[in-house]
């Protein structure tokens, strides 16, 4: 049947050749759920590449894998020394309270901090791998944020260890600390892809972001309790940043695993903040990202 | 849909593979301004702020406006000197770099053979055989099942247990040589095989050219980059010649290469 169709071809405009033999356009951005099929279909890979970056991550140091939990301990102390020791910024927290308190803090914070650094660079980090195969750009970004997560999990080793040598043990309130970690995760994915296309563009974002970073950290409540501390400031400023989501899944994975901190210091409401930022953050995120698809190997 | 007739190679009739239209692809490069690259220079690139180029980039126009069309069956050859702009269309067939302007039609989708962007040096050749493997896009049951042939292949075991050792820990050969095996256990439709892919010792090159020959009888349409003219000469039945990213001959290969070594003055 194509060679009847021969004759037809010659000096036929490349478009319509292409047309009547049903190719398609090379690189072509698939559609939304097309795209996410294809996504699912690489899940694997996702999951390797951000395994094998954690592991490639330490590899090279003597102590190898123990450095997952040495890093985030180490963390952690400096903080104490600085904030809790030095500065003292443990105001309206009993002591027993605030270490732990302090440590979920500093490790809800980092969780959502190296998932922005890393999205930063997810693509223009990674141009070699755009410019030589083919897979859902999104592949990068979300195995980023995953290997933040698997990062995360062996920072929560620690945490449980301080929680308890603090008096908060084990109880049924600590399964609570799942979903919070799970919106938080896709909080935290949908901003990676954020970044990602962001930093695509525009590299310079690198430079810019752990200033960014570092404001969004102090204005959390990282080391400190924002009721007690805005005391007499204006109530909107206290709102503000009470409600934003990285005070949110903060304060959700305290309430969780401290016992000394109750529901009394958690503003109304505060589970369907942290499922709004997450599900927003998320679907935008996921958008944006998407379409610039076929722009991702130009850089 | 035009499957059926593969079945009775048929002179009249052809089938495009690929076709590309007026391809024009631009690199913006950041950092590599003309004149002075200090702060000042770069502030007042900021303030003067052209809307038509983006601030502070630089573009490399480096393949102008071409177009071809390649049949199923062809093995299609790239020539021309570096930097003319061979690896870039290629990429740009692959859809992996999006054209500034004109267009590239595909019948299913072209890989470019190589893996070593999706390798880690930090990681054991085993490893790097599974995640080379899913970047590529085969399932897990898929690496497993041709994962003994990959490392057997790549003879990387041949001196000891090397599989399980970091990849920084090989020669450069070993390394290139496991990369190649990776990059050459999945058949594509249309492939497109850049130069210096056969590495390695004289064993593992003929080794790699007779796996690269069988890669080409199971895929449509075949497209090879290279300075070798011996290599275009034995695989390829067409040849086009880019300079400075535009196309300056499209011809049978014969006819090509004696205008191209004319030209070079071999």
Redesign the interface.
Known sequence: MNSALQPLDEGLPPAELAARHGLSVSGARPALPEYVRRLWGRRHFVVAFSSAKLTAQYSQAKLGQIWQLVTPLLNAAVYYLIFGLILGTRRGIPHDVFIPFLVTGVFIFNFTQSSVTAGVRAISGNLGLVRALHFPRAALPVSFALQQLQQLLYSMVILVVVAIAFGSYPGPRWVLALPALALQFVFNVGLTMIMARLGSRTPDFAQLMPFVLRTWMYASGVMYSIPVMLEGKPEWIKVALQHNPLAVYMDLVRYALIHGYGADNLPAHIWLYGLGWAVLLGVAGFIYFWKAEEQYGRG | ??DI?LDKP?A???????????VHIV??V?GGSRGRGSATAALSRIVRRDKSEPRGARKVHAVRGV?F?AYRGEAIGLIGSNGSGKSTLL????????PERG?????G????L?????L????TGE?NV??GG????M??EEIKSRYQEIVDFSGINEKGDFITL?MRTYSSGMAARLRFSIAAAKNHDVLMIDEALATGDRKFQVRSEERIRELRKEAGTVFLVSHSNKSIRDTCDRVLWLEKGELLMDGPTEEVLKAYEKETGK
Not at chain 2, 12 to 20: M, N, S
Not at chain 2, 91 to 98: E, M, S, V, Y
Not at chain 2, 120 to 123: A, K, P, Q, S, V
Not at chain 2, 134 to 137: F, I, K
């Open positions: 849909m035009a007739s048929d009249e009739e052809r089938v495009p593979t690929v076709i590309a239209d007026d690199y913006r950041n177009t069309t990429r740009a067939i692959a859809g992996l770099l999006p267009k590239v039609y595909t019948d989708q072209p890989s470019l190589g893996v070593n962007a999706a880690m040096n930090d990681l490893r599974i995640l899913l970047a590529m896009g399932s897990r970091p």
